[in-house]
């Protein structure tokens, strides 16, 4: 035994040990493969021996070599068996080995879980520590869910060494096998109190790495957390702490608010960056959740930008400040100079990023300065991706907001064009449709853009460089355009038509060539018709002859379109020469020929072509035809039914022979016909006859007359004179208006940067930006951003706005008190009742309790309509605390509505103090003449949360409660919220009417359940909904002669009523009846007033008001007898009431 | 972590560390991707990159580039404080560590980063305790050695 291992260690000085083998190849540079592959053949055979020392050492070579890249898995059984080895020295080697080539695939790891767990429970600690850092590398679910157990165990190890080591695996343990997280947790969370600092960083990295995929489970950690953060001292674990916190605080606000001032302190205090960094970040999370701006964090963007000597801060700070300028802009716009810097940085990454920064940071005032710079950058960039990266970039930010801080248009023209001298770019579609929507809608700029335009189309670089660079002629379909379009800006449009007419226009793709050929046409039209009255006649001729030479070459085009057109156009010429030459004047018939002016069309515009009357878009035009229908059988079809026939069904009738016939009669018409180019060989010849055609080149040395940088320096320049002058101007006027000035000035909306603050520029006059068309007679009304659903809406009227004239009045009243109204100011009180309609549609359901009478709103779609609601309070216990809140309704009540008597009546029957006690105002919508909408809100007064609140009303014959299908008529409506003491809500229920004319009282209970700490109980609250019949009249505007038909009419029945001991001045006593009975007055003459109002069944109210000594006559005319009486009855309640 | 590299400038690798499991095609792959990128940042460059949805951060010490792949979420900076401390530990385990250090003695350089960082979380940030644990470890390596014979002491060292 003793000779065979003396043996053994004999033949292993023969081995190569990792050293030699390291030094060997490094030695065989050139023959590297076939060396490794001899020493693997070496490896094998001592792998095969039983000596585990040999083995041992080969494993450790294998693993060498595995770095190198050579596959090692073949020798996976080996790595376990020296994992197995007894001694420390080998199993250090296995276990290495194994952790860098075993995966989850690896199929002999099952056979390693007995040999791990033993490792585990060794009293040595290394053999367990190196069993562990094995494992972190290849654990599988297998291993997981087998080991997890003996892994817990570990976390209470005696050893801090091995306590670290298990508690940072379990985090791989979990991953593995996310069962084991709930059975392990409480341990884990235990070790965040470990007296070993080692131990509890390792817990407060596993919990942090747990909690930032799913944070939401760990807000209860948050305190202990934050003791953590503020005892702790190890930058590692405040920065996974604090990493921990940014993940928390977007789910927990108040977080947010407690973390500002320690991580400020940190940011102050802390001289690591990288902990600067996190806390930066975290703040940052902290804003945005918070989004109302702290003053502190421009401080610590601040603080990380003093420190971008170091190169990658730089990169970082950027990052950050792009995630500042999405929430906070303002702060970000004064590191601009900074954020300048980094363009000139060689790292394409950090330009990238501060391009992103750039786009939120301009302004009008340094949006020419910024992109002066980005020009710069355009001509010395190296890569096409960047550059074509920074002219994006240009574009986006001077067209963003609708060219919001585009001050000086012609600017900006020149911009465009200096762009077009990039070579290579792909981007010439976005520079060409630039210059279009720019020289479309803004107006003033089409005769500047128009010059220039025309010398791109003179310049032939263009066109030379269209060869390789296809996108970059994108830009001349947009100059032929705008040249045509515009031409009567042109200087010479002789000139440009012929520049747009060379023959080398023909290389450009087709669809240029068509705009060129089109607005060459337009052009000459131009021409024609500026040249007429002259004597002398031969400009005309001249270019009547340069379009019939030059067009037939695009004839013979082989794009279809630029054949047609050229064709087309090349007619029309010819016909006009004949015409010139018999001396008649064309040039109004041409120019007519392109009338009409190309606005820009707005982009909800089609969506707001209002749908004619009576046009129902999805009903068929005509029958859809019937499959059985044969074609044959119909010889006379009518012309709509033919296209339906051959839009559809068509294609599929064609069998393949008949398809073989057509393709052979269009391959015979081809070859008869002269304008269309056969494959291959002509239109190379075609092409070839091109070329022939003598261009002058022009040197690009010589600076060409495509306006350079020098241009948009000078516009540059032109600008800032003008503000300049401007300011001048402005600084003499401001000298009186100085002392304003400080005054606002004060109020910190200076801007630190500059003397001229943004709102100061104003845009050079001459721009305007067309503003784009809307089809006639679009919807006026329907305003895009308002919230039609918004529910507060309703809650916001004008309860605390402050009574103007009378403060008997309710603050709801629109309707100045005081003045005739014409019916046209209703306008403001008619657009209420729009959004009415939708509410009343989502919202079905309500309930509502109450202690005391209250009123409630009704609103109906053309007006309002008031309706009191008596509810009965019940008190039991806390009569004194009741009656004071007796005392506040009423004094609401008295607020503004009529019929707060009925409050009074309220019956008491008892209940506990800890009810809720809705706010009483009810919102209603009439959504049509049978409906009624009320909304109610509630309120919970009481201490206690309050739940399952049922709704319900008993029905009458005239008026039910609309409940959902389904349910039966004695049912309640659920409440679809609950009430946290304190907290009030808004329901809204629709009740059916039949008839109007008489008033409605409805009684209803609402039920609920009461939640104490440590019980609930039912309780149940009565009360009673009044509908006056004031509340059925719409708040109408109508027209006196209207008015004054309507009462010659036989239709209406007068009755008339009089009110003794009216104090009231008289315009209030007016808005009074307009407020509460919705009234609109017609026309009033002293003392004396007409109104008008209309019932939602249509029935018309006439009033005529006459107030005299303190006694006011009213007269009044409705078509239906009863309403009138009644709401007369209504009107004389509200006066007595006052 | 996800993993880290160690690779000479001419693009060699020295020393591998992936903390998810991927397969050998793949860890090929993603190396080979890498040194490429990183080689060819000029000196001046950001430590930073954005690398398909991975962060890297490497840092070059001499002839040899450590570098670091982390997600999105973690702190660039610290990743290079990493670096930077795992390179101090190299330094004073082998005194003034050169990059043949680490070609000849692979394996330890595995067994300091292990002690340092398990799973790709640092597991000990204080230096001398990451030292004492090699070196009583490397201590019952040799004891064994030398009880089993001197030879094989000759071998490890």
């Given at each position: 035994m003793a000779l065979k291992m003396v043996k053994g260690s004999i033949d292993r000085i023969f081995d190569k040990n990792l050293q030699d083998l390291v030094r060997g190849v490094r030695s065989h540079r050139e023959d590297e493969a076939k060396y490794i592959s001899s020493c693997i053949d070496e490896i094998k055979q001592e792998l095969k021996q039983d000596n585990i020392a040999v083995k041992a050492n080969a494993v450790c070579k294998l693993t060498y070599l595995q770095m190198l890249g050579y596959d090692i898995s073949w020798a996976a059984f080996n790595i376990v068996e020296v994992m197995s080895s007894s001694k420390f020295t080998y199993k250090r080697i296995g276990y290495l080995a194994a952790s860098q080539c075993f995966h989850d695939g690896t199929d002999v790891i099952m056979l390693t879980t007995n040999q791990i767990r033993k490792d585990l429970s060794s009293p040595n600690q290394y053999d367990t520590g190196v069993a562990l850092t094995g494992l972190s590398c290849f654990v599988t679910p297998d291993l997981a869910r087998d080991l997890a157990n003996d892994i817990m165990t570990l976390m209470s190890h005696t050893k801090p060494y091995i306590r670290k080591k298990a508690v940072l695996i379990m985090y791989k343990v979990f991953l593995k096998y996310p069962e084991s997280l709930r059975p392990a947790f409480p341990r884990l969370k235990e070790k965040l109190d470990d007296p070993d600092p080692g131990v509890q960083s390792a817990a407060v990295n596993v919990i942090c790495e747990l909690a930032r995929r799913n944070p939401r489970n760990y807000l209860s950690l948050a305190p202990l957390f934050f003791k953590l953060m503020t005892s702790s001292t190890n930058n590692w674990v405040l920065i996974k702490i604090i990493k921990l916190f940014g993940a928390l605080t977007p789910l927990e606000p108040r977080l947010g608010k407690k973390l500002i001032e320690p991580l400020t302190n940190l940011i102050h205090s802390t001289s690591a960056m990288s902990l600067l960094y996190e806390c930066v970040n975290t703040v940052i999370a902290v804003l945005i959740s918070l989004s109302s701006g702290m003053p502190n964090h421009s401080a610590s963007i601040q603080v990380l930008y003093t420190h971008t000597h170091r190169l990658f801060l730089k990169y970082l700070g950027l990052l950050a400040m792009s995630k500042i300028l999405k929430t906070h802009p303002k702060s970000v716009q004064s590191h601009k100079d900074l954020v300048l810097q980094c363009l000139d940085d060689k790292d394409e990454s950090i330009r990238l990023r501060a391009l992103d920064l750039l786009y939120g940071m301009v302004s009008k005032k340094n949006l020419m300065e910024i992109v002066k710079k980005l020009m710069v950058h355009v001509d010395k960039a190296e890569g096409t991706t960047y550059r074509d990266e920074l002219l994006t970039k240009i574009i986006d930010i001077c067209s963003q907001s609708n060219y919001q801080y585009i001050t000086n248009f012609e600017w900006y023209i020149s911009i465009l064009v200096e762009l077009t001298r990039l070579e290579g770019t792909r981007h010439g579609h976005l520079i060409a449709s630039q210059m279009l929507d720019v020289a479309v809608r803004v107006k003033a700029i089409r005769g500047f853009a128009v010059v220039q335009m025309a010398t791109l189309l003179d310049n032939t670089t263009l066109l030379a460089g269209s060869g390789q660079h296809k996108s970059i002629c994108e830009v001349l379909y947009a100059a032929a355009w705008i040249c045509g379009e515009f031409s009567e800006h042109l200087e010479d449009p002789v000139h440009t038509l012929e520049a747009m007419l060379r023959p080398k226009v023909a290389t450009l793709p087709g669809h240029i060539q068509a705009i060129y050929i089109q607005n060459a046409a337009k052009l000459f039209a131009a021409v024609l018709n500026g040249q007429q009255g002259t004597p002398d006649c031969q400009t005309m001729q001249e270019s009547s002859q340069l379009l019939i030479d030059r067009l037939p070459l695009f004839v013979q085009s082989a794009d279809l379109e630029v054949q047609e057109r050229a064709s087309c156009i090349l007619q029309l010429v010819k016909f006009i020469q004949k015409l010139q030459h018999k001396e008649v004047e064309v040039g109004e018939e041409v120019t007519a020929l392109f009338a009409g002016e190309l606005n820009p069309v707005a982009p909800k515009a089609q969506k707001k072509v209002p749908v004619p009357d009576g046009l129902d878009l999805d009903a068929w035009i005509n029958e859809p035809p019937s499959e059985s229908e044969s074609e044959d059988e119909k010889p006379v079809a009518v012309f709509a039914e033919e296209e339906l026939r051959h839009a559809r069904p068509h294609h599929t009738e064609v069998d393949e022979k008949e398809l073989a016939r057509r393709r052979e009669a269009r391959k015979q018409e081809q070859a008869n016909n002269p304008f269309y180019i056969k494959a291959s060989p002509t239109s190379q010849k075609d092409s070839t006859g091109v070329e022939h055609i003598p261009v002058v080149q022009i040197d690009l040395s010589v600076p060409l007359k495509v306006p350079g940088m020098s241009t948009s320096d000078k516009y540059l320049k032109l600008e800032e004179e003008r503000r300049q002058r401007e300011r001048k101007e402005r600084g003499k006027k401001e000298k009186k208006k100085k002392k304003k000035r400080e005054k606002r000035s004060g109020m910190g909306r200076r801007h630190d940067s500059g003397p001229e603050s943004e709102e100061d520029i104003a845009p050079a006059h001459m721009v305007d930006i067309v503003t784009e068309e809307m089809p006639e007679n679009a919807l006026s009304s329907d305003d895009d951003e308002k919230d039609p659903n918004d529910p507060y809406r309703a809650l916001d009227v004008d309860l605390d706005k402050p009574l103007a004239d009378s403060e008997k009045l309710p603050v709801r009243a629109h309707r100045p008190t005081n003045i005739l109204k014409?019916?046209?100011?209703d306008g403001e009180v008619q657009e209420v009742p729009k959004e009415p309609k939708k509410k009343s549609k989502k919202e079905k359901r309500d309930k509502e309790e109450e202690r005391k009478v209250r009123l409630l709103w009704l609103r109906c779609p053309n007006g309002e309509i008031q309706c009191t609601c008596t509810k009965s309070s019940k008190h039991k216990k806390k009569k004194q605390k009741k009656d004071k809140e007796k005392e506040e309704k009423k004094r609401k009540k008295q607020h503004g509505h009529s019929g707060d008597r009925e409050g009074e009546e309220s019956v008491q029957n008892g209940t506990l103090e800890e009810e809720p006690l809705p706010v009483c105002d009810i919102q209603g919508n009439l959504q049509n003449g049978s409906q009624v909408v009320v909304s109610i809100i509630f309120e919970n007064k009481s201490t206690s949360f309050l739940k399952s609140m049922e709704f319900n009303v008993l029905d009458s014959l005239n008026s039910k409660l609309q409940r959902p299908e389904g349910s039966g008529p004695h049912d309640g409506l659920t409440v679809p919220f609950q009430l946290p003491p304190g907290v009030s809500n808004e329901a809204r229920f629709i009740f059916s009417v039949q008839s109007i004319v008489m008033p409605q009282r409805l009684k209803g209970t609402l039920t609920f359940i009461v939640k104490a700490d440590d019980s609930s109980t039912h309780e149940k609250l009565d009360f009673k909904l009044h509908f006056t019949c004031s509340s059925y009249l719409i708040t109408t505007p109508c027209y006196s002669d209207t008015f004054a038909k309507l009462l010659e009419s036989a239709d209406l029945k007068g009755t008339s009523v009089r009110l003794q001991e009216?104090?009231?001045p008289f315009h209030h006593l007016l808005a009074k009846i307009c407020f509460h009975h919705h009234f609109s007055v017609v026309e009033r003459i002293d003392s004396c007033a007409s109104l008008y109002s209309r019932s939602i069944q249509g029935h018309h109210v006439c009033l005529l008001v006459k107030y005299a000594h303190q006694t006011v006559t009213i007269d009044a005319k409705c078509d239906e007898s009863s309403l009138l009486g009644n709401v007369l009855e209504e009107i004389k309640k509200t006066f007595s009431q006052s | 972590m996800q993993f880290m590299l160690l690779f000479s400038r001419q693009g060699k690798l020295r020393l591998q560390k992936w903390y998810v499991p991927l397969s050998d095609k793949e860890k090929k792959k993603i190396t080979r991707e890498l040194v490429q990128t990183v080689l060819a940042r000029k000196p001046k460059m950001c430590s930073f990159l954005e690398w398909r949805d991975l962060k890297i951060v490497y840092k070059r010490y001499a002839s040899l580039y450590f570098c670091c792949a982390i997600e999105d979420q973690d702190n660039e900076l610290i990743t290079l404080e990493i670096i930077h401390r795992y390179v101090e530990l190299l330094d004073k385990y082998f005194g003034s560590v050169c990059e043949l250090d680490i070609i000849f003695n692979f394996e330890k350089a595995y067994f300091i980063l292990d002690e340092f960082l398990l799973g790709g979380e640092a597991q000990e940030t204080s230096k001398k305790n990451v030292l004492k644990a090699i070196e009583q470890a490397d201590l019952l390596q040799e004891n064994q050695s030398e009880d089993w014979g001197g030879l094989a002491a000759e071998e490890v060292l």
């Open positions: 014409s019916p046209a100011d009216v104090s009231l | -």
